[in-house]
Structure formats: C-alpha cells, structure tokens
C-alpha cells in the first residue's frame, strides 16, 4: 500500500467544499457526509484532478456500512480508500486492494483496550484516532500496533496539529477549513 506523505489531510463535509480543495493540488482528501447518488461524481471529480479521494464509508446517505455496501463501492465507485468504524468494512477494503482506514474513538480507556484487542487480530493500512488532542495516546497506539496513523477530532489550530505529528501520527485529518491551507 502505498504511504500517504502529506500532513494535512482535508475533510470535506459538502460537494462544494470539495470542489474548492481541487485548487490546493493535494494528494489525498477525504469526503466525509454524502448521499448515494451523489458518490460516483465526487470519486471521477477527484480523479480528473488527479487527487485521491478516501470516502467515510459509514456516512454515505442510501447506503449500509456493511460487506456488500463496501463492495459496492470497490467495484463500481472505485475510490483510493475507505475509512469506516465497522471492522467488517475495513477488512473488505483491504482484500478489494482499497487503502482501509479503521477508525477508532478514545472514550476511555476500556475503549482503548477493547481496540487494541480487535486490530491486533487484523492489520488495517492506517488507523484514524479520534479524538486528534490527545498527543500521548497516539505515541503509546503507535509503539502498541505499529500501523501508520492518522488523527482528527477538535484540532483547531496549527500549534495542535503539529503536537499530533510531533506525537507520531503521520498526517492529520481536518474538516476545519483555516488548517487546509496552512502548510506543515
């Protein structure tokens, strides 16, 4: 797979937010809210701009975050990755050959075991930690399962950012517009 190298990695919540990150020449953005039929233009939108695009397969509207709605997705809508909450979805990702992003959320710390647990038992490409402000957790996470990762969550500013990466994740990800622009 290959390794994402940028360090902000834009969210977008609307079709017009995404349509204005194609000006930033970024890598790689995410979509996070989206309805069904709305999927395949974002996917060949992003691709004319030769970006890569990750969708948040458990927030497309008209579709079920499960093994037949992220096959879906492969076969026919063809996107760079998929980041999911649903281990089932992951998994499927991964063996269609589409980056797989397990997202997890630090509630506690029973949360936290439970997930060391589950992806001990199967290596997603990268994780996304949420929340994105807690720097010595994302250090302790990487040392714990040595998979790539990512943060977001109630990052606000560049200073936060930069404690995340300094922490050991390897790029953030941001639906706040002021941190898409700003370089790191």
């Avoid at 709305?38 to 060949?44: G, I, R, S």
């Avoid at 397969?57 to 076969?75: A, N, R």
């Avoid at 980041?83 to 997202?103: F, L, Y």
Wanted: glycine letters at 6%; hydrophobic letters at 40%.
């Amino acid at each position: 797979m290959e390794q994402i190298r940028q360090k902000v990695i834009p969210a977008a919540r609307r079709i017009a937010d995404l349509e204005a990150l194609m000006k930033y020449h970024y890598e790689y953005v995410m979509m996070l809210q989206i309805h069904l039929a709305q999927v395949k233009y974002v996917v060949d939108m992003a691709h004319h701009h030769r970006v890569k695009i990750i969708l948040h397969g458990d927030l497309i509207q008209g579709l079920k975050p499960d093994e037949y709605g992220v096959q879906y997705l492969c076969q026919e809508i063809k996107p760079d990755g998929i980041i999911s909450t649903h281990t089932q979805v992951i998994e499927t990702a991964k063996k269609r050959g589409v980056m797989s992003i397990q997202r997890i959320f630090l509630l506690d710390s029973h949360s936290l075991d439970t997930s060391y647990r589950v992806l001990k038992t199967y290596q997603p490409d990268y994780i996304e930690v949420l929340p994105g402000i807690v720097p010595g957790l994302i250090k302790e996470i990487k040392e714990e399962l040595r998979i790539p990762i990512l943060t977001g969550g109630f990052l606000r500013t560049p200073k936060q950012v930069h404690e995340a990466l300094d922490a050991g994740a390897l790029a953030v990800t941001t639906s706040n517009k002021t941190l898409w622009d700003t370089t790191f």
